[in-house]
């Protein structure tokens, strides 16, 4: 089958060499493509989308082949949440719960605790019928209790702990400090239990978690020790600078010297004495749990900072080392010793401990990341990686903590091996040791969970035992509408198959229909999700088949559409023997006709006005420029009418591709314009115009210079507002006879003027007129620019007063427009009057004092203009002025100097307009400061300082200085909101410098965010300077800081970070303090 452009063509080639009058059924089957071969079923590697018998590869081969039953439903497997055999149950992430979830698979895998959460006894406790109740524990503890059960009972593969998550109040989209979580839980827990009677429940977090030292201070005079004991329930350790765990427990534990101001008041030299003071642990708990201090708060942004130091620590910790061995009393020659036994192997067993937990937090800051555990299985000795709801048991009994605990591995690996029997991380931040005797008390066997099942309260053991049934239930119904939809899929696929085949049957022309090609798409794409068949964008305006639109549609069995219209409805139906258009194929055929002379004749003008062959014997006709660059569009748009909206959806490119292959140079073409007569022309113009409005645009629009030809008519652009021939020569052009005549063919209503047509007298009159006033404007800004010439070059203005001396002021904004009508007296009006009001208060008083030190005279920022004498006797003659204003220095008869003003200054309204402008002067929206990094050894010094030494304004390549900002041309000048104008201040922008839009009401902390964007520089590693003074309050706004509009901010960085990650946390992190756990139930709320 030929390509589809191929087929288009062929459809409508007939038309070139028949009359539209002799267009027969054999022409329109044609122009409807039912003159083409059926393609056989599946004959076609691809569908022919030119041939409407064609329905191969529209989606009906899926149909046909084996079809996966998993295709016809989008429901999980059920059975893949259900808990593997020996695995564990994860814990569900609800937002950024990931740190509350790793401390509580931790705390469940001590036997301990979970046994004596076990034995926990809700007080006031009532009997539960746990399947006619809605019933929650009241407590933390009976939270813990029930989700300790459900973690060990459960044949969920996951739990929710959303009620345990609200019982705390925590909010599960705010990710929180893991480590603080850890302090206040276990507070909060052991307060839970404090009243419990059973002893081994009521102090089980202290028997697993507290150990002791003490702050030990020894007098450096004396030796006299004294000792402060405490418990502690971890141990804080600071990583910063140190590469092994035994360096941070070392760096604990190291003594600190107390001298000078911080001396130790000794009681036995009762007096203050240098001292050393230290940690002694003196006793360990079963479980040693380690914070690593890698979130540390940062004084400058009032926020938290990850250190990603990278920490060694060993499997099997020794702890002997650490702890202050007790001593023993011993006899020698009659006499007590006091002793210490190094050989204490009781001491020594139970401090050594194995580590069963890595706490790791994957991210880059504090504010962002992810929080998993690594546990150790007490009773397999197998390692699990425990990841929110998914569980992953390591390979052998190993720790592996695997390429996640440092995302960034692949930008440098750690220098230097670890060690066997150690690990290393970047990441993590608490390690948990037990000792290990106890690790050998704690593994847990199946016989251990058989008895801990009987330790459970019974309501509890009920709700494990619903959730079970409830959990079995859910997957039974998942199961059943799986296999539902099976079926369903199934009696849709045998119906589909059922159909097409219907629709591609051999039947006869008269029955069949047409159906949208991509209607038939979707529909073999997804039947459930077809829409109703709708045919009304195929319609052409007599209420059948646009034959345009033949090529999107397909010839199909009437008895197949039958089915689709009762199962999807729709229409209105396109049957085939009634639904051809023999006006439309008629009226397309006569427009192909009359474009074939339109090509022509656009030769033929553009070649007749390439040769100037305009005689003043022969007969020429004026035709605007306009209209002749666009008469082809013009044309176009006459033959189509009335634009259809519905006939125009998707017919253009087709028509398009039509007129591009007529529009070729072959003699088949100009054989055919020749038979084409001036009369036939003209009488299909005449038909066309009646009709064709329901054609569509067949050539498009053509492409014109300028909007004002959009709404063109040919030839109206010569006319003047009079509907006469326009004076103006510019906007017409002569053409021969020959050439106007293949106008008028396309245009018979145009407006016609002869070369020897006059054009209109009242704009002829308008236009001296006009003339007439420009010369003398012209004529009055050559004698005031003469008269005024110092004024208008502003050149020798009055700067001081001499004694006695009179000037007059004019408002600046005179001064400017009169300087524009002198330099433009043929696109201006003249000034004819001086406002000086602006220059009064409401008491009709002068609001701009000249200055008490000389120079006297000030411009008050570009606003006012001071005039000589002999320049006021001449504006004060030529121009209307409201109010005279001028300023008198003189001497009295003492011989003070007087200088003073008429009218009289207001110096209440004077203070009044300084403070407003001040107050404006740093009230600003969306204005333009300039950031300019420099490095950060480069001494800061005034902005203005350095545009000076950079700007090749200020400095000639001699060395010359340029004329001062008082020589500036008037050019030079710009305007203010108030309608002012002032020397141009415009700023010129340096190497490395980038603009900001800010707002005064922007803060320095958020104006430190967008400079992070674009600079990768983090707001604590800024140092913003302006003028030389430093930008530090970050909660100040840009107004309270005296920020203008154009300032140049200098900026020095510390640190440069470009790690997008670090940015993108730092954007989001809030310019307030942090909140922490305020308002949560872990502080007693």
């Given at each position: 089958?030929?390509?589809?452009?191929q087929?288009?063509?062929?459809?409508?080639?007939?038309?070139?060499?028949?009359?539209?009058?002799?267009?027969?059924?054999?022409?329109?089957?044609?122009?409807?493509?039912?003159?083409?071969?059926?393609?056989?079923?599946?004959?076609?590697?691809?569908?022919?989308?030119?041939?409407?018998?064609?329905?191969?590869?529209?989606?009906?081969?899926?149909?046909?082949g084996?079809?996966?039953?998993?295709?016809w439903?989008?429901?999980?497997?059920?059975?893949?949440?259900?808990?593997?055999?020996?695995?564990?149950?994860?814990?569900?992430?609800?937002?950024?719960?990931?740190?509350?979830?790793?401390?509580?698979?931790?705390?469940?895998?001590?036997?301990?605790?979970r046994?004596?959460?076990?034995?926990?006894r809700?007080?006031?406790?009532?009997?539960?019928?746990?399947?006619?109740?809605?019933?929650?524990p009241?407590?933390?503890?009976g939270?813990?209790?029930?989700?300790?059960?459900?973690?060990?009972?459960?044949?969920?593969?996951?739990?929710?702990?959303?009620?345990?998550?609200?019982?705390l109040?925590?909010?599960?989209?705010?990710?929180?400090?893991?480590?603080?979580?850890?302090?206040?839980?276990?507070?909060?827990?052991?307060?839970?239990?404090?009243?419990?009677?059973?002893?081994?429940?009521?102090?089980?977090?202290?028997?697993?978690?507290?150990?002791?030292?003490a702050?030990?201070?020894?007098?450096?005079?004396?030796?006299?020790?004294?000792?402060?004991?405490?418990?502690?329930?971890?141990?804080?350790?600071?990583?910063?600078?140190?590469?092994?765990?035994?360096?941070?427990?070392?760096?604990?534990?190291?003594?600190?010297?107390?001298?000078?101001d911080?001396?130790?008041?000794?009681?036995l030299?009762?007096?203050?004495?240098?001292?050393?003071?230290?940690?002694?642990?003196?006793?360990?708990?079963?479980?040693?749990?380690?914070?690593?201090?890698?979130?540390?708060?940062?004084?400058?942004?009032?926020?938290?900072?990850?250190?990603?130091?990278?920490?060694?620590?060993?499997?099997?910790?020794?702890?002997?080392?650490?702890?202050?061995?007790?001593?023993?009393?011993?006899?020698?020659n009659?006499?007590?010793?006091?002793?210490?036994?190094?050989?204490?192997?009781?001491?020594?067993?139970?401090?050594?401990?194995?580590?069963?937990?890595?706490?790791?937090?994957?991210?880059p800051?504090?504010?962002?990341?992810?929080?998993?555990?690594?546990?150790?299985?007490?009773?397999s000795?197998?390692?699990?990686?425990?990841?929110?709801?998914?569980?992953?048991?390591?390979?052998?009994?190993?720790?592996?903590?695997?390429?996640?605990?440092?995302?960034?591995?692949?930008q440098?690996?750690?220098?230097?091996?670890?060690?066997?029997g150690?690990?290393?991380?970047?990441?993590?931040?608490?390690l948990?040791?037990?000792?290990?005797?106890?690790?050998?008390?704690?593994?847990?066997?199946?016989?251990?969970?058989?008895?801990?099942?009987?330790?459970?309260?019974?309501?509890?053991?009920?709700?494990?035992t619903?959730?079970?049934?409830?959990?079995?239930?859910?997957?039974?119904?998942?199961?059943?509408?799986?296999?539902r939809?099976?079926?369903?899929?199934?009696?849709?696929?045998?119906?589909?198959?059922?159909?097409y085949?219907?629709?591609?049957?051999?039947?006869?022309?008269?029955?069949?229909?047409?159906?949208?090609?991509?209607?038939?798409?979707?529909?073999?794409?997804?039947?459930?999700?077809a829409?109703?068949?709708?045919?009304?964008?195929?319609?052409?305006p007599?209420?059948?088949?646009?034959?345009?639109?033949?090529?999107?549609?397909?010839?199909?069995?009437?008895?197949?559409?039958?089915?689709?219209?009762?199962?999807?409805?729709?229409?209105?139906?396109?049957?085939?023997?009634?639904?051809?258009?023999?006006?439309?194929?008629?009226?397309?055929?006569?427009?192909?006709?009359?474009?074939?002379?339109?090509v022509?004749?656009?030769?033929?003008?553009?070649?007749?006005?390439?040769?100037?062959?305009?005689?003043?014997?022969?007969?020429s006709?004026?035709?605007?420029?306009?209209?002749?660059?666009s008469?082809?569009?013009?044309?176009?748009?006459r033959?189509?009418?009335?634009?259809?909206?519905?006939?125009?959806?998707?017919?253009?490119?087709?028509?398009?591709?039509?007129?591009?292959?007529?529009?070729d140079?072959s003699?088949?073409?100009?054989?055919?314009?020749?038979n084409?007569?001036?009369?036939?022309?003209?009488?299909?113009?005449?038909?066309?115009?009646?009709?064709?409005?329901?054609?569509?645009?067949?050539?498009?629009?053509?492409?014109?210079?300028?909007?004002?030809?959009?709404?063109?008519?040919?030839?109206?652009?010569?006319?003047?507002?009079h509907?006469?021939?326009?004076?103006d020569i510019?906007?017409?052009k002569?053409?021969?006879?020959?050439?106007?005549?293949?106008?008028?063919?396309?245009?018979?209503?145009?407006?016609?003027f002869?070369?020897?047509?006059?054009?209109?007298?009242?704009?002829?009159?308008?236009?001296?007129?006009?003339q007439?006033s420009?010369?003398?404007?012209?004529?009055?800004?050559?004698?005031?620019?003469?008269?005024?010439?110092?004024?208008?070059?502003?050149?020798?203005?009055?700067?001081?007063?001499?004694?006695?001396?009179?000037?007059?002021?004019?408002?600046?904004?005179?001064?400017?427009?009169?300087?524009?009508?002198?330099?433009?007296?043929?696109?201006?009006?003249?000034?004819?009057?001086?406002?000086?009001?602006?220059?009064?208060?409401?008491?009709?008083?002068?609001?701009y004092?000249?200055?008490?030190?000389?120079?006297?005279?000030?411009?008050?920022?570009?606003?006012?203009?001071?005039?000589?004498p002999?320049?006021?006797?001449?504006?004060s003659?030529?121009?209307a002025?409201d109010?005279?204003?001028?300023?008198?220095?003189?001497?009295d008869?003492?011989?003070?100097?007087?200088?003073?003003?008429?009218?009289?200054?207001?110096?209440?309204?004077?203070?009044?307009?300084?403070?407003?402008?001040?107050?404006?002067?740093?009230?600003?929206?969306?204005?333009?400061?300039?950031?300019?990094?420099?490095?950060?050894?480069?001494?800061l010094?005034?902005?203005?300082?350095?545009?000076?030494?950079?700007?090749?304004?200020?400095?000639?390549?001699?060395?010359?200085?340029?004329?001062?900002?008082i020589?500036?041309?008037?050019?030079?000048?710009?305007?203010?909101?108030?309608?002012?104008?002032?020397?141009?201040?415009?700023?010129?922008?340096?190497?490395?410098?980038?603009?900001?839009?800010?707002?005064?009401?922007?803060t320095?902390k958020?104006?430190?965010?967008?400079?992070?964007?674009?600079?990768?520089?983090?707001?604590?590693?800024?140092?913003?300077?302006?003028?030389?003074?430093?930008?530090?309050?970050?909660a100040?706004?840009?107004?309270?800081?005296?920020?203008?509009?154009?300032?140049?901010i200098?900026?020095?960085?510390?640190?440069?970070?470009?790690?997008?990650?670090?940015?993108?946390?730092?954007?989001?992190?809030?310019?307030?303090?942090?909140?922490?756990?305020?308002?949560?139930?872990?502080?007693?709320?």
């Amino acid at each position: 089958m030929p390509p589809k452009l191929q087929l288009d063509k062929a459809a409508w080639q007939w038309a070139e060499t028949v009359n539209p009058e002799h267009v027969n059924q054999g022409h329109i089957e044609t122009a409807y493509r039912l003159n083409l071969t059926k393609c056989k079923a599946q004959a076609c590697k691809r569908n022919c989308k030119g041939n409407p018998y064609c329905l191969n590869c529209i989606g009906e081969r899926v149909w046909f082949g084996e079809i996966d039953e998993n295709s016809w439903h989008d429901i999980e497997d059920p059975n893949a949440e259900r808990r593997e055999d020996g695995m564990f149950v994860g814990l569900k992430n609800l937002g950024a719960t990931c740190y509350v979830n790793t401390f509580l698979q931790l705390w469940f895998h001590n036997k301990t605790v979970r046994q004596a959460l076990y034995r926990y006894r809700e007080i006031g406790l009532d009997v539960v019928n746990i399947k006619q109740e809605t019933w929650t524990p009241n407590s933390i503890a009976g939270h813990l209790q029930l989700l300790f059960a459900l973690l060990e009972h459960s044949e969920r593969q996951f739990l929710d702990p959303k009620e345990f998550i609200e019982h705390l109040g925590l909010d599960a989209g705010l990710q929180q400090d893991a480590q603080e979580f850890s302090k206040l839980f276990l507070n909060l827990l052991e307060e839970s239990l404090s009243q419990q009677l059973d002893p081994s429940v009521r102090f089980v977090i202290q028997n697993q978690f507290c150990g002791e030292y003490a702050y030990v201070t020894t007098c450096s005079q004396c030796g006299n020790s004294s000792q402060c004991p405490s418990k502690f329930y971890e141990l804080d350790l600071s990583i910063r600078g140190h590469k092994t765990l035994e360096d941070s427990l070392r760096d604990f534990l190291k003594e600190e010297k107390l001298e000078g101001d911080n001396q130790y008041m000794c009681s036995l030299c009762s007096k203050k004495q240098n001292a050393i003071r230290s940690i002694q642990l003196q006793n360990l708990p079963p479980v040693l749990n380690l914070q690593l201090l890698r979130f540390v708060f940062d004084k400058k942004t009032g926020h938290k900072k990850k250190l990603n130091s990278f920490i060694q620590f060993p499997e099997v910790l020794d702890m002997s080392k650490f702890i202050v061995k007790k001593p023993r009393i011993v006899r020698e020659n009659e006499m007590e010793v006091i002793d210490i036994d190094p050989e204490d192997e009781e001491m020594d067993a139970n401090a050594m401990y194995s580590l069963t937990a890595v706490l790791i937090h994957r991210g880059p800051t504090a504010y962002s990341g992810h929080y998993i555990a690594h546990i150790k299985d007490m009773d397999s000795r197998t390692w699990y990686k425990y990841n929110d709801e998914e569980i992953e048991k390591m390979k052998g009994s190993n720790l592996h903590l695997g390429t996640e605990d440092d995302p960034q591995e692949g930008q440098g690996k750690q220098k230097g091996r670890i060690p066997k029997g150690s690990h290393g991380s970047k990441n993590a931040y608490m390690l948990v040791y037990t000792r290990q005797k106890e690790v050998e008390n704690n593994s847990y066997s199946k016989e251990d969970s058989i008895v801990s099942k009987t330790l459970i309260p019974k309501h509890v053991k009920d709700y494990v035992t619903y959730d079970n049934e409830k959990f079995e239930m859910w997957v039974a119904e998942k199961m059943l509408m799986r296999d539902r939809n099976i079926e369903t899929g199934k009696e849709q696929q045998e119906l589909t198959k059922e159909i097409y085949l219907k629709l591609i049957a051999e039947i006869p022309q008269d029955q069949r229909e047409w159906l949208g090609i991509k209607w038939l798409n979707s529909w073999l794409e997804d039947p459930s999700k077809a829409k109703a068949i709708d045919n009304k964008g195929f319609m052409c305006p007599h209420g059948k088949l646009d034959p345009h639109c033949a090529g999107k549609l397909k010839c199909v069995s009437t008895s197949g559409a039958d089915m689709l219209y009762n199962e999807y409805g729709g229409g209105p139906r396109l049957r085939v023997a009634d639904s051809l258009c023999h006006t439309c194929v008629k009226q397309h055929c006569n427009m192909m006709r009359l474009k074939i002379k339109m090509v022509d004749d656009e030769k033929y003008i553009s070649a007749s006005m390439k040769v100037n062959n305009i005689q003043k014997n022969v007969c020429s006709y004026w035709v605007g420029k306009a209209s002749l660059r666009s008469w082809k569009r013009l044309a176009m748009e006459r033959l189509d009418g009335t634009r259809n909206e519905n006939n125009s959806k998707g017919n253009t490119s087709q028509e398009e591709e039509a007129i591009e292959e007529l529009s070729d140079e072959s003699p088949k073409h100009n054989m055919e314009n020749k038979n084409l007569g001036n009369d036939e022309t003209q009488d299909n113009l005449k038909s066309s115009t009646g009709e064709v409005d329901s054609s569509s645009n067949q050539n498009g629009p053509v492409k014109v210079e300028g909007d004002e030809e959009e709404d063109l008519k040919f030839n109206f652009d010569v006319l003047c507002d009079h509907d006469k021939l326009d004076p103006d020569i510019s906007c017409r052009k002569l053409v021969p006879d020959h050439v106007w005549d293949r106008l008028r063919q396309y245009f018979p209503d145009c407006p016609e003027f002869s070369q020897d047509t006059p054009s209109c007298d009242l704009c002829n009159i308008m236009n001296r007129e006009e003339q007439e006033s420009k010369e003398m404007n012209k004529l009055l800004a050559t004698q005031q620019k003469s008269a005024l010439s110092d004024l208008f070059a502003d050149k020798k203005r009055p700067l001081a007063l001499q004694t006695p001396q009179e000037v007059n002021v004019v408002s600046a904004t005179f001064v400017t427009e009169w300087r524009n009508f002198v330099r433009e007296p043929l696109k201006r009006e003249p000034v004819t009057e001086i406002l000086n009001s602006t220059l009064l208060c409401r008491h009709l008083k002068y609001l701009y004092p000249p200055a008490n030190i000389p120079p006297d005279l000030s411009d008050h920022g570009g606003k006012i203009v001071y005039l000589w004498p002999r320049e006021w006797e001449v504006i004060s003659h030529s121009f209307a002025v409201d109010y005279e204003i001028s300023v008198v220095k003189t001497a009295d008869e003492d011989g003070r100097v007087l200088v003073f003003t008429l009218p009289e200054v207001c110096q209440e309204c004077v203070d009044d307009r300084i403070v407003k402008e001040e107050q404006a002067r740093y009230e600003f929206t969306n204005a333009i400061v300039y950031i300019r990094k420099v490095p950060k050894d480069q001494k800061l010094v005034n902005t203005t300082d350095m545009e000076k030494e950079e700007d090749p304004d200020f400095v000639q390549q001699n060395g010359n200085k340029f004329r001062t900002s008082i020589e500036e041309p008037p050019e030079k000048m710009v305007k203010l909101a108030d309608g002012t104008r002032r020397k141009s201040q415009r700023h010129r922008k340096s190497r490395g410098e980038k603009e900001l839009k800010v707002s005064s009401t922007d803060t320095l902390k958020e104006l430190k965010l967008q400079i992070m964007k674009l600079f990768s520089v983090p707001p604590f590693d800024q140092n913003l300077t302006v003028s030389g003074v430093s930008l530090n309050d970050d909660a100040a706004t840009l107004g309270s800081l005296m920020l203008s509009p154009g300032s140049v901010i200098m900026l020095q960085a510390d640190e440069p970070v470009e790690d997008p990650m670090v940015l993108q946390d730092l954007i989001q992190v809030s310019s307030g303090p942090e909140a922490g756990f305020k308002g949560t139930g872990l502080l007693g709320h």
